[in-house]
């Protein structure tokens, strides 16, 4: 009898739940809809008509509301997009064309709604126009987590074809399996149940980009909103108890070309440690109680990981403390081109969350500030 009833109560939740919600384009807007309110993370600026403009990967926006349906619009702008409603599974918009977007049918009720970038936008800013509901639907005040997780890095923590089950990927296939909220970024968030900020740039090193590229390296496109440094980013609210930095993979897994200014190895390597020391100290005056955690793969004959270890011996000899070196082996790099791929990103996330976990004490002391 109570195996029938509990059967009986799952059945009746199935049913009352529904299936799941589908996102599609509208091809124009209902009468009689009003604006939801509009949670940003990550950085972003204000654009025509109510829009917002970022381009750092991982940047989601959320709305929070009692109702059946909501819209969101999407601007111009190559991206892929997440989206998720509460805890349900996610759906993917690869390039998705602009316009509206409907979610719905929604089980009655209070319902978060997240549309997250999930891939790079390198080539230029895209644009998210807000979201908006039906008539009757009550917005709702947004449930801010206490935690905040920043990540700061290149291909590696943009999640850079990490749904990937091959390592030969078109330029398609990187769009259809780069995934931030599948890689470091989003299973350390959803861990901690923080907000979580990304900025990273694939193929961007400390000193050095992949194979000599040139172009900012991170460090230089750090400071500004979008790629453009037209503005410097504002950052208000913004103040992580963890920040997680992985640079250094594009600096030296290529060999050095006639003509860059660094004539030998020795010299790229006292170049790579005395900048990634300055721009992790400009982290820790932007971030004065944040607990640094710097980790690196041994990719490059090991040359990663023993420059990343030599930075942080560095800064701990000159008197840093909250700040610690995770070195992460055992990837198999199975994703497009040879990066992580799911499984090597949960080797990740546990790595630098053992990390954390040993310095527990960390989340306390960066939210009493």
């Given amino acids: 009898m109570m195996l029938r009833a509990l059967l009986a109560v799952l059945g009746a939740s199935a049913i009352a739940a529904g299936p799941p919600p589908r996102v ?29 403009r970022r381009q750092w990967p991982g940047t989601y926006v959320e709305t929070r509301f009692r109702g059946r349906v909501a819209l969101f619009r999407v601007g111009a702008g190559e991206v892929s997009l997440r989206v998720t409603v509460d805890e349900g599974a996610p759906i993917a918009l690869v390039r998705p064309v602009p316009g509206l977007y409907r979610v719905g049918p929604l089980a009655p009720g ?23 509901a039906a008539a009757g639907t009550r917005a709702l005040p947004a449930a801010i987590p206490a935690r905040q997780i920043e990540f700061v890095g290149d291909s590696h923590t943009v999640g850079y074809g990490v749904r990937s089950t091959k390592t030969a990927c078109s330029t398609q296939e990187v769009w259809d399996t780069t995934d931030t909220a599948r890689g470091l970024p989003g299973l350390l968030g959803e861990r901690y149940h923080a907000d979580y900020r990304v900025n990273a740039i694939s193929g961007r090193g400390v000193v050095r980009n992949y194979d000599g590229y040139p172009s900012d390296t991170l460090p230089a496109a750090y400071p500004f ?5 037209a503005r410097r980013a504002a950052d208000a609210g913004w ?5 997680v930095v992985a640079l250094g993979t594009n600096d030296f897994s290529t060999a ?33 109680h944040a607990l640094i955690v710097v980790w690196a793969t041994p990719i490059a004959q090991g040359e990663v990981i023993a420059e990343a270890r030599a930075t942080v011996a560095r800064l701990m000899q000159a008197g840093e403390r909250r700040i610690a070196f995770v070195a992460v082996d055992g990837l198999g790099f199975g994703g497009c ?32 500030r």
Avoid: C
Avoid at 46 to 52: F, K, L, T, Y
Avoid at 340 to 364: F, H, K, S, T, Y
């Fill in 24 to 52: 599609e384009r509208l091809a124009a807007e209902p009468a009689g809809t009003t604006a939801l309110p509009m949670r940003v993370v990550g950085r972003a600026e204000a654009a025509e008509q109510g829009m917002i």
């Fill in 110 to 132: 209070a319902h978060v709604l997240r549309v997250q970038a999930i891939s790079e936008s390198q080539a230029g800013p895209t644009v998210f126009g807000g979201f908006r």
């Fill in 225 to 229: 909103t979008l790629f453009d440094k």
């Fill in 239 to 243: 103040h992580p108890q963890v920040i």
């Fill in 256 to 288: 050095l070309h006639a003509g860059e200014r660094w004539k030998t190895r020795a010299a790229l390597h006292e170049d790579f440690e005395r900048s990634y020391a300055r721009f992790l100290s400009k982290l820790r005056s932007r971030n004065p």
């Fill in 337 to 368: 081109n040879g990066h992580p791929d799911l499984a090597d990103d949960a080797r990740i996330a546990g790595a630098v969350a053992a990390q954390i976990d040993a310095l527990r004490g960390v989340w306390n002391a960066g939210m009493s």
